[in-house]
């Protein structure tokens, strides 16, 4: 073909910068490498990657900021459903795939290349995903994957770029590290086994809070705009402020054991402090605010959303129609929720809202009330029973026959 361009979706790890090496060096193809932000790079570390791509031999280099678009179009769902997948693990990495895999779909036709490139393995979801995506978007492009064509592991990887006089932090790439506004995954040999943590110094942010703290965060209609005092318009300054506040503390690691979308169990570790902070303390306000039924279908509907979320589904437009109801849900999710911030665990102290359903105006749980009577809880109570009574007599009268 005469179009030699290939796009490779590159952040400057281990994976993308072999794939950026092989995809030159022994496919003599043109590459364009497209970084995709979405809130987990510093301007200064941006900067190193671009040298580090330009060092490697790309064409071109380019850093595409989805960020804001990442937020409005899944984050903020994410918020409204709790989501948490297995009650562990808030989607850090799996949510953003879809987005940088849409952004470097578009840029690929802008660019009119041939050929679209990822890290990905074979063994883990990212493959699906980008893959997905690319199938959906552009299909007449075709996919190279060197990591997973090749069956490579990190130490194969590390000896390629040796021998071709790329110079890496390889203590550094010993571990797969991926960040985000809605966290970072970590992934290395000890996430391989079923019983070994990660060590200490595996995790991006280091504890150095040692004192607790108490702070506040606001939430307007379901969505963060204020923490410790500070009023942010952008929901996005929010989840970094209280991550600035959080993560030193070392709140919010932990190991998340799943199911991949190919069949198979995996494991992984993540530092995710904003995004555990702000889940729980959103839900907290929704048990104060919300009714039991509209708490009940949230959960149904925003599990199954975390999972096609999880899977790469975003696109489907079911999607949309679940983010209409819980969006619906929100409108009186508004009031501040305070935290406890500790060295590895936080407590949520409590909130105040002026929705909040536990209204001193109509009783106090457990003490009195002002809204019924004693006659009309004995006869609620008589209604309620009914059924069961029935079927209890009715069952034991044939077991006496029998």
């Known amino acids: 073909m005469s179009n030699q361009k290939v796009v490779l979706a590159f952040s400057g790890g281990l994976d993308t910068s072999y794939c950026v090496k092989y995809l030159k060096e022994e496919k003599g193809l043109e590459v364009h490498a497209v970084l995709v932000q979405t809130g987990g790079f510093s301007e200064e570390e941006l900067k190193t990657v671009e040298e580090r791509a330009y060092k490697l031999g790309v064409t071109s280099y380019t850093a595409l900021d989805m960020t804001q678009q ?3 179009k899944c984050v903020k769902y994410l918020v409204f459903g709790n989501v948490l997948r297995y009650n562990t693990y808030p989607l850090s990495v799996s949510a953003e795939r879809v987005f940088q895999a849409m952004a470097i779909a578009e ?41 997973r064509d090749q069956k490579l592991s990190r130490e194969e ?10 110079d890496m932090n390889w203590e550094k790439a010993l571990y797969s590290i991926n960040q985000g506004i809605w966290g970072t995954s970590v992934g290395g040999k000890e996430t ?9 110094e595996a995790y991006p942010t280091q504890v150095s809070e040692n004192d607790a703290k108490e702070i506040t965060l606001t939430f307007d209609n379901g969505e963060l705009k204020g923490v410790d005092g500070q009023k942010y318009e952008n929901p996005v300054d929010a989840i970094h402020a209280l991550s600035a506040l959080a993560a030193p503390f070392g709140i919010g690691r932990d190991i998340h054991v799943g199911d991949t979308i190919i069949g198979i169990k995996g494991r992984v570790g993540f530092e995710a402090a904003a995004p555990i902070v702000t889940i729980k303390a959103h839900h907290a306000l929704e048990k104060h605010v919300l009714t039991k ?24 437009p079911v999607m949309r129609n679940v983010e209409a109801f819980l969006t619906d849900t929100q409108s009186t999710v508004t009031g501040d929720v305070m935290v406890k911030l500790k060295p590895y ?24 009330n002002n809204a019924w ?14 059924q069961t009574m029935i079927h209890k007599k009715v069952n034991e009268s044939k077991a006496v026959k029998s």
């Open 70 to 72: 990442f937020y409005e």
């Open 107 to 147: 840029y690929a036709q802008q660019v009119d290349a041939a050929y679209i490139a990822h890290g990905s393995t074979g063994a883990g979801n990212d493959q699906i995903r980008f893959d997905m995506v690319f199938q959906i978007m552009i299909p007449e492009a075709k996919i190279i994957t060197p990591i």
């Open 373 to 386: 009577t004693g006659e009309d809880a004995r006869g609620f109570a008589k209604i309620m029973a009914n």
């Open 293 to 316: 039924w509209q708490l009940y279908w949230k959960e149904q509907l925003a599990n199954w959303y975390g999972m096609l979320v999880h899977e790469g589904q975003w696109l489907d």
């Open 345 to 368: 665990h936080f407590e949520i102290m409590g909130i105040q809202s002026d929705y909040d359903l536990m209204s001193s105006e109509f009783g106090a749980y457990g003490e009195m």
């Open 157 to 166: 990887e590390i000896n390629y770029l040796k021998q071709h006089g790329v």
């Open 192 to 200: 391989l086994t079923s019983h070994q943590p990660l060590p200490e």
